[in-house]
C-alpha cells in the first residue's frame, strides 16, 4: 500500500536542483513516484512505507545539500488573526479538523522552504545584505574589466595601478568575496567532484573557484608564473563580478518566491474562527474543530458561515463570491446550502452542518492549491538542461588537453616546456569556459525585463513565470472582476404609462435606500451618480427573495423580480427576456396594479475589455472564458466581447479540471481575481493576477497586473517575449566564445601556427562575453512595450 505525501524541502537554489532530488529519490526502491517543484519548495512523494522511509529518502539527498522536512507542522503554526478580532467573525484559522490529513502538513503556517516565516525572512535578509556588501565592489571591478578589455583593443592608457600591486588588493577583496559571500557555488563545485550532481552553483562554483586559483598562484608566487612562462594577469575581478551579479539574481528570486508561499496562509484564513452552536436549547460558542455534523448553527448578519451546510430556519442574501466569483450575492432560503468561508450580507438563519473539516469546499480548495503548488511545471530552464553535460565536458576537455601536452607534447618539446605549456592550456581552458557569460545570461535580462514590467504595472514574481508566458498558446479568463468590473450597475432603464426615466429612478432608488441588496445599491447609485431628488416614502416592506413594496404619497408601488410581479397578477412585458438574454437582471417596477418601468442591472464589461480580446486573438491565441454565471448570462458575455469558447456555472474544482484539459493542447495561462481562481491560478502554467483582486488570487498567481488592468496583459506578453529572445541572445553569446575559444585555448593551433591563447588573452575573451551579455540585456530597456 502506498502513501502520497506533500513534503517541503531545504536547500533547493535552481530548477536543476529539483531534478537531481528526482533522481536520487526515484532511483530508491519502493518510490513509486516523485515530483519535486522549485517554485513551491515541495517534493510530492508516492511511496511505499514498507519498503522506504523519510529517513532513507533524506538520507540519500542529505549528501547533496538537500533535505526534507515533513516533522516541521502543528507546533509551528500560527492562529494570529488577520484582522485582530475574535469571536464568531473571526479571519483567523483554527484547527480545522483532518486539515492536515491533506497532505501530512498544516496549512495555517507560511512554510517557505520548511521554515517558519520568521527563519525564512532573516535568511533572505542575509542574502540581501550579502548582495548589498558584494555588488558596489563587482560594478567598480566591471568597470576595471572592461577598461582593460577596451585597452587592448584600442591602446587607451591601462588601469594606472601596477598589477604587482593590485593584485594583492584585489586577493585580499576576492577571498570573502568567494568562500563567504558565494560559499554556495563553492559547495556546488564541491558536491559535484563528491556526488557528480551539478546544477547553476556547480557551473558559477567551478569558474569562479579556477579563476580565484589561478590568479592567486600568480599573485603569491610569482615565480610560478615566471616558471610557466605566464604574465602577471589575474582573474579575481572575474570572481567577484560573478559572484556579485549571481547573488543580486539569486536575492530578487528569493524575494518574490517568499511571498506566494502565504496563498494557503490566505486561504485559512477565510474561515470563521468560531460558530454559535444549538445545542440544549442553549446557545454556545464553540471552536470549528468542536462541531459536530448535525449541529444547528447560528449565522448573525454580517457574520462568516463556519462550515458547509442546509438552512432551516430563516433566510438571507450571501456573498459568495469567494466560492462562485460572482459579485452578485445569493438569495437564501430554508432548505438552501450555504458554504463555510462565505460572509452572511443581512438576515438571520440557523443551519445543519453538513459537511466538517477537510470535506468543506473551502478545504477542497487549499487542497487544490497545495496540489498545484507542489507539482513542477515541464519547462526547464535552458542553462540547467545544459548544465549536466557542459561541466563535466569541459573538465574533460582540459584534463585531455593536459594529458595530451605532456605525452605528445613531451616526446616533441621535451617534457620542460611541454608542461609549462600544458598547464597554460589547461588553466586556459579553465578560464574560457568559465560560466561567467553563462552566469549573467539569465539573471541580467531578468532584473532588466522584470524592473521594465515594473515601470508599467507588471509585477513578475520570478524568471519561470515570466519565461513560460511567452510560450503560452492558450489564454483562459475569469469573468467577474477580469473581464468585467465586478461589480453590478444600471445599464437600462425602460418606462410606460408615461412616467420619466428619471422618475422612474427617483422613485426606485428612494425605496430601494430601505433596502441592503447589492442591486439595490446599484440602483441608488446611479441615481446619485444623477443627483436626482428622492422622495419621501411612508410604508416599506422586504419581501425575502422577491422585492419589496411601498408606499410614496397616495401611490404604492412593487419592486422585485417575477415572482413578486406573479404575485400581484401584473402584467409584463416582453423586453425583459430581451434584457435576461443580453445576461441583464431585471426589476420590475409597479405603480398600483400597472407597471410602469424596468430596470436592468448588470456586471459590466471593463473599459479595455474589447480592445485586449481583439488583440489578443490577433496575436493568434487561443481564448477561453470561464464563469460560476448560468449559461444564458456566460453566453451573452461571450458573444459580447468575440470568445467563442466558454465554460458556464465552473465551480473551482470544475476550473482545474479545464485547465489541466487545456495543458494537453498546448501552455495555458490564467487570469484571475477571486479567491476562486486561486487553484487555476496555481494549476496553469503561467497565473496572472488583477492587482485589484484578493489577496489570495495575487499571491497564487506569478504575473500581478496593478490596478487590474487587461491592457497590461499585452505589454507582460511583449515583455516575456522579448525577455525570452535577449535571454537567448545572452546563451547564444556565451557559449559561443567557449566553443569558439576552447580549442584555441587547448592549443590546437600551435603545432601549425604557433599561436597559444594564453590565459590572459582566454580571460579577455571571456570579460568580452561577459560585457556582451550585460550590453545586450540592457538594450531592453530601451524597447517599448
Not at 510530492?44 to 523519510?54: E, G, L, M, N, R
Not at 548544465?387 to 582540459?398: E, K, M, Q, Y
Not at 424596468?598 to 473599459?607: G, N, Y
Request: net charge neutral; with cysteine.
Amino acid at each position: 500500500m502506498t502513501t502520497k505525501e506533500i513534503i517541503p524541502v531545504v536547500g533547493m537554489h535552481c530548477a536543476s536542483c529539483a531534478i537531481n532530488i528526482e533522481t536520487r529519490l526515484k532511483k530508491l526502491d519502493g518510490v513509486q513516484t516523485c515530483e519535486v517543484s522549485y517554485a513551491s519548495d515541495k517534493a510530492k512523494i508516492d511511496y511505499d512505507p514498507a519498503q522506504v522511509t523519510i529517513e532513507t529518502m533524506n538520507a540519500e539527498i542529505k549528501k547533496l545539500g538537500y533535505e526534507l522536512r515533513p516533522d516541521y507542522q502543528a507546533n509551528h503554526v500560527n492562529h494570529e488573526s488577520h484582522d485582530g478580532h475574535d469571536g464568531h467573525d473571526g479571519h483567523a484559522a483554527h484547527g480545522m479538523p483532518g486539515m492536515t490529513e491533506m497532505a501530512g502538513m498544516d496549512h495555517s503556517a507560511h512554510l517557505g522552504l520548511n521554515q517558519s516565516k520568521t527563519e525564512k525572512l532573516e535568511e533572505l535578509e542575509q542574502s540581501r545584505r550579502k548582495a548589498l556588501i558584494v555588488l558596489p565592489v563587482a560594478l567598480f571591478m566591471f568597470v576595471i574589466m572592461a577598461w582593460e578589455i577596451l585597452g587592448n583593443i584600442f591602446a587607451t592608457p591601462k588601469f594606472p595601478i601596477a598589477p604587482e600591486l593590485l593584485n594583492p588588493i584585489l586577493l585580499v577583496i576576492a577571498t570573502p568575496v568567494l568562500f563567504w559571500a558565494g560559499r554556495i557555488f563553492v559547495d556546488g563545485a564541491i558536491r559535484f567532484v563528491r556526488y557528480r550532481v551539478a546544477n547553476m552553483d556547480t557551473l558559477v562554483g567551478i569558474g569562479t573557484i579556477s579563476a580565484y586559483t589561478y590568479s592567486a598562484l600568480i599573485t603569491l608566487f610569482p615565480p610560478i608564473a615566471k616558471a610557466l612562462s605566464a604574465e602577471m594577469h589575474t582573474y579575481f575581478d572575474v570572481t567577484i563580478v560573478v559572484v556579485g551579479f549571481v547573488l543580486l539574481g539569486k536575492y530578487l528570486e528569493a524575494n518574490s518566491k517568499l511571498k506566494t508561499g502565504a496563498a494557503l496562509e490566505k486561504l485559512i484564513g477565510l474561515q470563521a474562527k468560531t460558530a454559535l452552536v444549538r445545542r440544549d436549547k442553549d446557545t454556545v460558542e464553540l471552536a470549528l474543530e468542536q462541531l459536530q455534523l448535525g449541529d444547528i448553527i447560528i449565522v448573525k448578519p454580517g457574520a462568516k458561515i463556519a462550515v458547509d451546510g442546509e438552512i432551516v430556519e430563516g433566510g438571507s442574501n450571501v456573498d459568495e463570491s469567494m466560492v462562485t466569483g460572482e459579485s452578485i450575492p445569493v438569495s437564501k432560503q430554508v432548505g438552501s446550502n450555504v458554504i463555510g468561508g462565505t460572509l452572511n450580507k443581512s438576515g438571520s438563519f440557523e443551519f445543519k452542518a453538513t459537511k466538517l473539516g477537510k470535506d468543506t469546499t473551502l478545504a477542497q480548495i487549499i487542497r487544490l492549491v497545495e496540489e498545484a503548488q507542489a507539482s513542477r511545471a515541464p519547462i526547464q530552464k535552458l542553462v540547467d538542461q545544459i548544465s549536466a553535460i557542459f561541466v563535466p565536458s569541459v573538465l574533460a576537455i582540459a584534463a585531455i588537453t593536459l594529458i595530451v601536452w605532456l605525452t605528445v607534447g613531451t616526446v616533441v618539446l621535451g617534457f620542460s616546456s611541454a608542461l609549462s605549456l600544458g598547464f597554460i592550456c589547461f588553466v586556459g581552458v579553465l578560464v574560457i569556459a568559465c560560466p561567467c557569460a553563462l552566469g549573467l545570461a539569465t539573471p541580467t535580462a531578468i532584473i532588466v525585463g522584470t524592473g521594465l514590467g515594473a515601470q508599467h504595472g507588471i509585477l513578475i514574481k520570478d524568471a519561470q513565470h515570466l519565461e513560460t508566458l511567452s510560450k503560452a498558446k492558450i489564454v483562459v479568463f475569469d469573468k467577474t472582476g477580469t473581464l468585467t468590473k465586478g461589480k453590478p450597475e444600471v445599464t437600462d432603464i425602460l418606462t410606460f404609462a408615461g412616467i420619466s426615466e428619471a422618475e422612474l429612478l427617483a422613485t426606485t432608488a428612494a425605496i430601494e435606500t430601505k433596502s441592503e441588496h447589492p442591486l439595490a445599491e446599484a440602483i441608488v447609485n446611479k441615481a446619485l451618480q444623477m443627483k436626482l431628488e428622492l422622495p419621501s416614502i411612508s410604508k416599506f416592506e422586504s419581501i425575502e427573495g422577491k422585492g419589496v413594496v411601498a408606499q410614496i404619497g397616495e401611490a404604492s408601488f412593487i419592486i422585485g423580480n417575477q415572482s413578486l410581479m406573479n404575485d400581484h397578477k401584473i402584467q409584463l412585458s416582453n423586453e425583459a427576456k430581451e434584457l435576461s438574454q443580453q445576461g441583464k437582471t431585471a426589476i420590475y417596477i409597479a405603480r398600483g396594479q400597472s407597471l410602469v418601468g424596468i430596470i436592468a442591472v448588470a456586471d459590466t464589461l471593463k473599459e479595455e475589455t474589447l480592445h485586449t480580446i481583439k488583440q489578443l486573438q490577433d496575436m493568434g491565441l487561443r481564448l477561453v472564458m470561464l464563469t460560476g454565471d448560468q449559461q444564458d448570462t456566460a453566453q451573452a458575455i461571450a458573444k459580447q466581447i468575440g470568445i467563442v469558447e466558454f465554460k458556464a456555472e465552473v465551480l473551482p474544482a470544475d476550473k482545474v479540471a479545464v485547465i489541466k484539459q487545456l495543458q494537453q493542447e498546448g501552455i495555458v495561462a490564467m487570469l484571475g481575481d477571486g479567491v476562486n481562481d486561486a487553484p487555476a491560478l496555481m494549476q496553469a502554467n503561467v497565473g496572472v493576477a488583477m492587482g485589484t483582486g484578493t489577496d489570495v488570487a495575487i499571491e497564487s498567481a506569478g504575473i500581478i497586473l496593478l490596478k487590474g488592468d487587461l491592457t497590461k496583459l499585452l505589454k507582460a506578453i511583449r515583455l516575456s517575449k522579448l525577455t525570452l529572445r535577449t535571454i537567448k541572445q545572452n546563451l547564444f553569446w556565451a557559449f559561443a566564445y567557449n566553443i569558439l575559444g576552447i580549442p584555441i585555448a587547448a592549443g590546437i593551433l600551435y603545432p601549425v601556427f604557433g599561436i597559444l591563447l594564453s590565459p590572459a588573452i582566454a580571460g579577455a575573451a571571456m570579460g568580452l562575453s561577459s560585457v556582451s551579455v550585460v550590453f545586450n540585456s540592457l538594450l531592453l530597456k530601451r524597447i517599448r512595450l
